[in-house]
Nanobody, 123 residues
């Protein structure tokens, strides 16, 4: 089992920045990737960014150039640095980990999930 805990959510005005963190514990594997998903109110959960075991990254078009995903292997923590936030970035952000199978991300491919952290961007 893998246990994930997100932190760093909050409220910010448009144009501001937040950094989310995802701490992993348990049977983590170096071959796993870690992804961030977000779910806006009334909408499906969508993939935002992913970092693979070889440190390669992918981003949804809506966040390219604004979000950066990074990982600290020594602490098993993955960060999502979010800059120039927009109201449409509002939602619950979840981190997930498993063997990456495809891009765009499919939530059905991930067995391990955190509890989510709320991000609210006001205009």
């Amino acid at each position: 089992q893998v246990h994930l805990v997100e932190s760093g959510g909050g409220s910010v005005q448009a144009g501001g920045s937040l950094t989310l963190s995802c701490a992993a514990s348990g049977n983590t594997y170096s071959t796993y990737c870690t992804a961030w998903f977000r779910q806006a109110p009334g909408k499906a959960r969508d993939g935002v960014a992913v970092i693979d075991s070889d440190d390669s990254t992918q981003y949804a078009d809506s966040v390219k150039g604004r979000f950066i995903i990074s990982k600290d292997n020594s602490d098993n923590i993955v960060h999502l640095h979010m800059n120039n936030l927009k109201p449409e970035d509002t939602g619950v952000y979840y981190c997930a980990t498993d063997v990456c199978l495809s891009w765009p991300l499919d939530e059905d491919d991930f067995r391990y999930w955190g509890q989510g952290t709320q991000v609210t961007v006001s205009s």
